[in-house]
């Protein structure tokens, strides 16, 4: 089955830190590039941070720079999210999302979301 599974949201205090984590299944990892977005309350989904799956080369929105760390596993089926120092503006939907190929065309696939919440 393709899908992806987040986990790893919760409550912090800001300065905090917590590390978000996207199963994958379904596609191949080097044919893909995986990223979080997030949606912060009366706002709109934004690409925070993303990863090829071909060279691992990665790829930061400017307000998570040197506090968000975007890896993969050695097994190539999870994308995590270090998230730290948290702020109360971190505070939102967390969703994985993965562009990737396969039966010669490429698809779209979301995650169902996980909430962050970052208390001041």
């Known amino acids: 089955e393709v899908q992806l599974v987040e986990s790893g949201g919760g409550l912090v205090q800001a300065g905090g830190s917590l590390r978000l984590s996207c199963l994958h299944s379904?596609?191949?990892?080097?044919?893909?590039?995986i990223g979080w977005f997030h949606r912060a309350p009366g706002k709109e989904r934004v690409g925070i941070s993303c990863?090829?799956?071909?060279?691992?080369?990665?790829w930061y929105e400017d307000s998570v720079k040197g506090r968000f760390t975007i890896s993969r596993d050695n097994a190539k089926t999870a994308v995590y999210l270090q998230m730290n120092n948290l702020k109360p503006e971190d505070t939102a939907e967390y969703y994985c999302?993965?562009?990737?190929?396969?039966?010669?065309?490429?698809?779209?696939?979301w995650g169902q979301g996980t909430q962050v919440t970052v208390s001041s």
């Open positions: 379904g596609f191949t990892f080097n044919d893909s590039a």
């Open positions: 999302y993965a562009h990737y190929l396969a039966l010669e065309r490429t698809w779209d696939l």
């Open positions: 990863i090829s799956g071909s060279d691992g080369s990665t």
